[in-house]
């Protein structure tokens, strides 16, 4: 949030938050509004200043498009405690609370849940910050005795762990505003789809800011273009292997940044970095549609009855290549110049 | 024109080429969206021109005027898409809202089943962070929403000339030209289901 100018907490609310999905008669989680929150909201924005630049997602909620007053579980709530009385603040506090509560199942541990309410000159910010239970030791050096050091285990909320995860607003009381978050979510990847869905879709009742077509397509335009201009080969060789290794992924949600980074060596990673495209939505994430990557990519793999392997990606027509009807077999013939030999373990 | 919309008008027009790269983004990718789908007439976005922002913002009435119309005017960008079938309207819809995310879906028709006017489908959606130009990241004042509508050709056929021939309401017109705009409505919803019930016969 760097572009953002400095803001001065005004209301923090802390609650301890236990998993109640399966619940048959929930309670209200415990805690409430924060009266000393100086140093509680330093740390917090601390913790949110050191979320890099490129693990923010950028999340649009799903308005109720019927509603007069475009209303929505979190939106209507976070604009209550941004913007209402302190007794209204409170109560929506409480019930993103229970929001919260209710949405999170056994498989997690308590966590805490804080909400930060601060303001700069122009708009308000509403931060929502979970962190989760963990076991820590504490170390204590006595003074002056010779009893030695004390450790005691202790149960804690944890600011570094890896299933912290937080939503941020900015705006202010108006039909225009609170519609869209930035959101930290490290579990967004997780192979279990409960938990890669539980913060954004679950929770916040929200859907990724780009498209699953459209970011699909993205990336099958930088993908296409970037192979056209690949230096060598080797260079094509490694783009349609990340391209077959993308569409294999039990992974559903990527970015073009995430492709590249994690699945291309260099050069490509750098070439496939510096198209336009990538510069502008490198990090914007979307959950990738395998049926459209595939008619992008136009990936196919002919296994001949000779031992012969003939791939031909990223072209509808590939030219020196026809396929002809021979009866109830099909007849390929490729011909052309070799331009490049090598001992490869995969058909591409 | 008073000092405040002068100055609101060139705060618009500064704006506009970072309106007009959204325009051409959202045209392209509703394009990329409706790929594959059949009956769609054509596809079109604008930006709202500086006089017309201007009148928007002036014609409010007190109690609904905006605190800061750079950002809370929803049509800035705005899009059309026209369908040859009533039934498409719907279609269109559902794969548009499976991209963009809706805080608006509205069809607007007549108040009464015996009343022939306006009609056509108008939803805002949130302007996807990856189309918004970048300098909006940190523009309190920068819209946050964008207008789109749907409608069959013969629901702009109706709508398009009653739009240009600018009266403010019923009460600026004669009651002939009152009579002879319903009953272009009329005629034009009556072509609307004629047409509509021709193409599921077909499609039988």
């Known amino acids: 949030m760097s572009s953002q100018s400095a803001t001065k907490a005004r209301r923090l609310y802390a609650y301890e938050v236990t998993p109640q999905r399966n619940a048959k008669e929930p309670v209200a989680p415990p805690g409430g509004q924060v009266k000393s929150i100086g140093g509680v909201s330093g740390a917090i924005d601390e913790t949110t200043s050191g979320i890099g630049a490129g693990k923010w997602i950028d999340a649009d909620l799903q308005i109720d498009s019927a509603s007069e007053d475009r209303s929505h579980v979190i939106r209507n709530h976070a604009i209550a405690v941004a913007f209402g009385t302190d007794a209204e603040a409170l109560d929506a506090a409480g019930r993103i609370a229970q929001h919260l509560s209710n949405c999170t199942d056994d498989r997690s541990k308590d966590a805490l849940l804080m909400i930060v309410v601060a303001e700069d000159d122009k708009e308000t910010e509403v931060k929502l910050w979970t962190f989760p239970q963990d076991s820590v030791f504490q170390f204590e050096l006595a003074v002056g005795q010779q009893a030695g050091p004390s450790v005691r285990t202790l149960e804690a909320f944890s600011r570094g762990s890896h299933l912290r995860k937080a939503a941020i607003f900015r705006g202010k009381n108006r039909r225009t505003d609170f519609l869209s978050c930035r959101v930290v979510d490290f579990q967004v990847n997780a192979s279990a789809r409960a938990a890669a869905d539980f913060w954004i879709e679950r929770f916040l009742d929200a859907r990724l800011s780009l498209g699953s077509v459209l970011g699909t397509k993205l990336l099958g335009k930088v993908l296409r273009e970037t192979v056209a201009k690949a230096e060598d080969a080797d260079e094509r060789l490694e783009l349609v292997g990340a391209a077959q290794a993308v569409r294999q992924s039990n992974r559903e949600k990527w970015s073009i940044d995430s492709f590249a980074r994690e699945l291309l060596p260099e050069p490509a990673r750098t070439r496939l970095l510096a198209h336009p495209a990538a510069q502008r939505n490198g990090d914007s994430m979307f959950a990738l549609n395998r049926d459209v990557f595939d008619k992008l990519i136009n990936f196919r793999v002919y296994q001949l009855d000779t031992g012969v392997w003939v791939s031909a990606p990223f072209t509808t027509e590939p030219k020196g290549m026809t396929i002809k009807d021979d009866g109830d077999q099909r007849h390929l013939t490729a011909a052309g110049y070799v331009v490049s030999e090598s001992v490869r373990s995969r058909h591409a | ?204």
């Open chain 2, 1 to 204: 024109m008073p000092d405040d919309y002068v100055e609101l008008k060139r705060q618009y027009e500064s704006r506009r080429a970072a309106l007009e790269n959204l325009s051409t983004d959202l045209e392209r990718e509703t394009k990329e969206i409706l790929t594959d789908i059949p009956h769609i007439d054509r596809i079109g976005f604008r930006v709202k021109s500086p006089d017309r922002f201007v009148d928007k913002v002036r014609e409010k009435p007190p109690s609904e005027a905006y605190d800061e119309p750079l950002r809370e005017v929803e049509d800035q960008v705005a899009g059309r898409i026209l369908v040859l079938f009533r039934a498409d309207l719907d279609v269109v819809m559902a794969e548009i809202v499976k991209e963009f995310t809706s805080v608006e879906l509205r069809r607007k028709a007549p108040p009464t089943t015996t009343q022939f006017g306006y009609e056509s489908d108008h939803s805002i959606f949130t302007i996807p962070k990856h189309v918004a130009p970048p300098e909006w990241k940190s523009d309190a004042s920068a819209p946050t929403t964008f207008e789109l509508q749907v409608r069959t050709l013969f629901q702009h056929a109706w709508a398009e000339p009653q739009h240009d021939l600018g009266y403010k309401g019923t009460a600026d017109l004669s009651e002939e030209s009152e009579r002879e705009l319903a009953w272009a409505a009329a005629s034009a919803w009556g072509a609307d289901q004629a047409i509509q019930r021709v193409a599921s016969r077909q499609a039988k």
